[in-house]
């Protein structure tokens, strides 16, 4: 193979392996890909060289390990050659004033793999061309880098992580010069530069002079510095932090975010939180948990439930191994611990962030230019508040890369953005990092829970005080799994032909009927004067949202990342009803009702959630 000669019997794939061992100079996967060659291995060799990653607006994510198809120095050399070449494209001043690169402590020894290394050979690339880099000397949580974009005023920026993905898994994740991630058609642009550059240059290999190059700066110092002053606008009950008796655990799940935490809670004056001591050190290993995403709720959270029944402490906050994403968990009275969704915590730091907004703000008129923007598949509870207090709601499609974007244009237009969220855990507390951020988050949660305590409160009940004035809103998501692109289709493609017409969407479902459909896949909204939808679509991914005459709302999509289609409902009360067991039983109801009639499981052999 090595002198030319074919072993595979498969031209494309012969061409492939020979152009990789031509190019990698990483001895680990290089000697892999050798050895797959040597045992004739050809179903591994498929699997790592027949389809390059793709380069999406969330960059990319995938395992590490050699080939086309995976995370490795050659990867990331040519994913930051082509992004290099279209930054030079787009920008005549980018050696003027170059970009910023993070990462987090993932590592894949089989394969020589590492963050740390991988963001390394992109300072090379970038070098190599006389572009300046800030390269940080250590991990930082993932709004770091958005955060220097903006406070720099670079060209662009790349974390490389995988967030809160599997132990194998890295990920090189993109920021334009605005501090929101990209949209369409910058990935496609990027994707195509990376295609004709796929050759390393010279120099690309050479992390070593890349370090010494006077081209190289390190953020660290100075932007932990900015950060921690910049969050604290969003302090303003220094004197009952000073003084909270309250205590709260903190656990990063083996990622980066423990000594940043405990530096925006020092920021806040409020007292350190106890480190789940097992897990407060980064560790690519993740050795305590499956998956290492606070999202998936309890399995992530029992060394934390433990450590907060030694120390008498009733809260317990997690990041997700790049912080930038926030789980709370609070003590019941009966002594069981509730894990809050993510739509309870939008809503709790919603109304945090508005009243906290309008204690410092006596001008009546202010309110007009204020607004708060949730993703389409988040809990609406933000638009019942924003209706009651006069302040603007708007909603995105689903990521923070479409409200960071958004909100960088209402920044723009001189506008206020107080809050964002999405339902995955996401919150955007401040506008100084336009994405999520589970550090700021924590700090301002950690001050409300201090507030709150003054009152003789908790978050439970302040949750069941925000509903009562503001109408409940009770959700229920959950997804099945399907690796049948066919039968997806089938199934979205027999709800927009339901009576045997094109666009001719369902008008009930079992006992309950409809009174909107909007099919972002197709452009289609029936709540529109022309039946066309505001928001942006794409053919490439499914997504229907129908809204129900009870007051319920039923989003169906697609994933992106992984083979699910995810359902997220969400029943909309008005102020005053608040026969919570009634509403729930109405809400669970109209979930049998779309799995039944909508999904169909048994037919399409769907399998349900893993419980």
């Known amino acids: 193979m090595e002198n030319g000669s074919s072993s595979t019997g498969d031209t494309k794939l012969d061409q492939a392996v020979r152009q990789w061992l031509q190019y990698d100079k990483n001895l680990k996967t290089a000697s892999m890909v050798r050895d797959m060659v040597k045992e004739g291995a050809v179903e591994a060799l498929k699997k790592c060289f027949s389809s390059r990653m793709e380069f999406g607006t969330a960059g990319l994510r995938a395992a590490m390990g050699p080939g086309i198809s995976c995370m490795n120095d050659l990867t990331i050399i040519q994913t930051t050659q082509g992004f290099c070449r279209y930054l030079e494209e787009n920008f005549g001043n980018l050696k003027e004033r170059g970009v910023v690169i993070g990462y987090d402590a993932r590592a894949h020894p089989p394969s020589g793999g590492s963050s740390k290394r991988f963001s390394s050979l992109a300072a090379a690339v970038f070098i190599s061309r006389g572009v300046p880099v800030h390269l940080f000397s250590d991990i930082t949580p993932t709004p770091f880098v958005p955060f220097t974009v903006s406070h720099l005023g670079l060209c662009a920026g790349i974390m490389v992580t995988a967030s809160h993905n599997p132990k194998q898994d890295n990920g090189y994740k993109v920021y334009w010069e605005n501090g929101a991630q990209i949209v369409s058609p910058h990935d496609k642009g990027i994707a195509t530069a990376i295609e004709e550059n796929l050759e390393p240059w010279p120099e690309s290999w050479n992390i070593e002079e890349a370090l010494k190059s006077p081209l190289l700066k390190d953020p660290y110092q100075d932007i932990h510095a900015q950060y921690f002053k910049a969050i604290q606008k969003h302090c303003h009950h220094r004197d009952i932090n000073k003084s909270s008796e309250v205590k709260i655990v903190h656990t990063s799940v083996h990622g980066v975010g423990h000594a940043f935490v405990q530096s925006a809670f020092k920021a806040f004056d409020l007292h350190p939180p106890y480190a789940v001591e097992e897990q407060k050190d980064p560790d690519p290993e993740f050795p305590t948990v499956k998956y290492p995403n606070p999202e998936e709720g309890e399995g992530v959270l029992t060394l934390s439930f433990a450590l907060a029944e030694r120390e008498g402490a009733a809260f317990v906050l997690a990041n997700d191994p790049d912080a930038d994403r926030l789980a709370i968990a609070e003590k019941q009275q009966s002594g069981q611990w509730r894990v809050f969704s993510g739509n309870e915590l939008g809503a709790l730091l919603g109304w945090w962030m508005f009243r906290c907004w309008k204690q410092q703000n006596s001008d009546k008129d202010a309110v007009k230019s204020l607004y708060m923007l949730s993703s389409t598949v988040s809990s609406k509870i933000l638009r019942a508040i924003?209706?009651?207090?006069?302040?603007?709601?708007?909603?995105?499609?689903?990521?923070?890369?479409?409200?960071?974007?958004?909100?960088?244009?209402?920044?723009?237009?001189?506008?206020?953005?107080?809050?964002?969220?999405?339902?995955?855990?996401?919150?955007?507390?401040?506008?100084?990092?336009?994405?999520?951020?589970?550090?700021?988050?924590?700090?301002i949660a950690g001050e409300m829970i201090s507030y709150l305590a003054t009152k003789k409160t908790i978050l439970s009940q302040q949750l069941t005080a925000i509903y009562d004035e503001y109408g409940y809103h009770i959700s229920k998501n959950s997804y099945f799994i399907c690796h049948d692109q066919d039968v997806i289709r089938s199934l979205f493609e027999r709800l927009r032909n339901y009576s045997g017409q094109k666009d001719s969407y369902p008008t009930e479902c079992g006992r309950f009927s409809i009174s909107a459909v909007r099919d972002l896949t197709t452009g289609y909204d029936s709540n529109q004067p022309n039946n066309k939808a505001v928001l942006p679509t794409s053919s490439s991914s499914q997504m229907i949202t129908f809204t129900f005459s009870n007051g319920g709302v039923a989003t169906m999509r697609t994933s992106g990342t992984e083979p699910k289609i995810k359902y997220y409902t969400e029943l909309c009360a008005a102020p005053g009803n608040s026969d919570v067991t009634q509403l729930k039983k109405e809400l669970d109801d109209l979930v049998d009702a779309i799995v039944e009639n909508f999904f169909e499981p048994e037919k399409n052999k769907l399998q349900p959630k893993p419980e």
């Open 386 to 443: 924003a209706l009651k207090e006069g302040f603007h709601f708007e909603e995105t499609l689903t990521g923070f890369k479409w409200m960071g974007n958004r909100a960088r244009d209402l920044l723009d237009q001189g506008k206020t953005v107080l809050f964002a969220f999405e339902e995955a855990i996401g919150y955007m507390c401040s506008p100084s990092v336009l994405d999520k951020d589970g550090v700021s988050a924590a700090a």
